[in-house]
T-cell receptor, first 114, second 112 residues
Framework: DAGVIQSPRHEVTEMGQEVTLRCKPI?????LFWYRQTMMRGLELLIY????????DSGMPEDRFSAKMPNASFSTLKIQPSEPRDSAVYFC????????????FGNGTRLTVT | AQSVTQLGSHVSVSEGALVLLRCNYS??????LFWYVQYPNQGLQLLLK??????LVKGINGFEAEFKKSETSFHLTKPSAHMSDAAEYFC??????????FGAGTTVTVRA
């Protein structure tokens, strides 16, 4: 079990640039989550996919953020254009669908927007 | 709506001493409760979870937690701290759907 794989681990970009974060969930998991972690706001759920379909995107901060899951083994989170306040650690997590199923987190992407 | 309160953002213990991290929750239905640990520059890892059944739950690395419905608490304990326990710990609650509400986290430092 390779775990949830995220890339890149670190991303430094300038304000206004497009940023794409990538996630490969654990094989067989049919739920995928994107979280953002900051000192000020803690862990925030951005979007939840089930069987590749976005179920809840109410946590996506604004239209600059978008997420896709074209197949069961890949998801992206895109920010366009990026702003300094987007600087955070972004985590992808996957799980089996079902009550009480724990989340398996990737190691995150640390995004710095200058 | 579900929510979690972790009492104490920082806890410092001596190696070999008891570790006690406090978590109180609010939930409109019997909750599912979780403790996760985050080591520096890593994602969160599941320590233990409570769904139904026995209220004392044992997890990895010698940690355990007890679900007390009357106190709406799910405190995490470890009898003897080890240097490797230094990390940030998160309590989380689920109202039986996909949404987890995380606490703000408690950072544990272990003194030699």
């Amino acid at each position: 079990d390779a775990g949830v794989i995220q890339s890149p681990r670190h991303e430094v970009t300038e304000m206004g640039q497009e940023v794409t974060l990538r996630c490969k969930p654990i094989s067989g998991h049919n739920s995928l989550f994107w979280y953002r972690q900051t000192m000020m706001r803690g862990l925030e759920l951005l979007i939840y996919f089930n069987n590749n379909v976005p179920i809840d995107d109410s946590g996506m901060p604004e239209d600059r953020f978008s997420a896709k899951m074209p197949n069961a083994s890949f998801s992206t989170l895109k920010i366009q254009p990026s702003e300094p306040r987007d600087s955070a650690v972004y985590f992808c997590a996957s799980s089996l669908t079902g009550v009480g199923s724990p989340l398996h987190f990737g190691n995150g992407t640390r995004l710095t927007v200058t | 709506a579900q929510s979690v309160t972790q009492l104490g953002s920082h806890v410092s213990v001596s190696e070999g001493a008891l570790v006690l991290l406090r978590c109180n929750y609010s939930s409109s239905v019997p909750p599912y409760l979780f403790w996760y640990v985050q080591y520096p520059n890593q994602g969160l890892q599941l320590l233990l979870k409570y769904t139904t059944g026995a209220t004392l739950v044992k997890g990895i690395n010698g940690f355990e937690a007890e679900f007390k419905k009357s106190e709406t608490s799910f405190h995490l304990t470890k009898p003897s701290a080890h240097m490797s326990d230094a990390a940030e710990y998160f309590c989380a609650v689920s109202d039986r759907d996909y949404k987890l509400s995380f606490g703000a986290g408690t950072t544990v430092t272990v003194r030699a």
